[in-house]
Nanobody, 112 residues
């Protein structure tokens, strides 16, 4: 059974940083996505890392967020710098897309 467990969310001031973690069990850390969902908004893809290490980012986070993995720890991270209030959302780790596996989410709140 594939399980994804996020951690690292919290409250931070605008301009600050957070690092989210996604611990993966029951599968490899290949092809992991980070999504987020803000109140009254649709869930959006924030960042992804493919099997070959290729990374992709939403335009709104390019240059501020970095996704990377640690195979030994079976964990994928989302380093978030220069945070803005509009980054406030619940962040979800995902494997396999919309119909794949999801973590429980971790709340990120950025105060202005």
């Amino acid at each position: 059974q594939v399980q994804l467990v996020e951690s690292g969310g919290g409250l931070v001031q605008a301009g600050g940083s957070l690092r989210l973690s996604c611990a993966v069990s029951g599968s490899s850390i290949n092809s992991i996505n980070w999504y987020r969902q803000a109140p009254r908004k649709l869930r959006e893809l924030v960042a992804s890392i493919t099997t070959f290490g290729t990374t992709n980012y939403a335009d709104s986070v390019k240059g501020r967020f970095t996704i990377f993995g640690d195979r030994a720890k079976k964990t994928v991270y989302l380093q978030m710098n220069s945070l803005k209030p509009e980054d406030t959302a619940v962040y979800y780790c995902n494997k396999g897309g919309q119909y794949g596996y999801w973590g429980q989410g971790t709340q990120v709140t950025v105060s202005s």
